[in-house]
């Protein structure tokens, strides 16, 4: 699962831009208004919801998405 990232830094969403072929301020734009902060996957309800759930998974950082792999 992919999610943007909306509290990424800048610079993440000019590689993801590049990426994905649109301009920065689009993804940045996208990310504020439908991605999730990085600090629910790490710290917040998501991890803790995974958690309970006792399913396995691995978190990564891709530029501006996260990247959330559930096993």
Sequence with gaps: MYEFSHDAPWRDFKVTAKRLGRP??????????????????????????????????KLSYEAAMTKLILK
């Design 24 to 57: 920065a301020l689009l993804i940045k734009f996208a990310a504020a208004m439908h991605g999730l902060p990085r600090k629910c996957f790490e710290r917040g309800y998501i991890v803790r919801a995974l958690r309970r759930a006792g399913v396995q998974y």
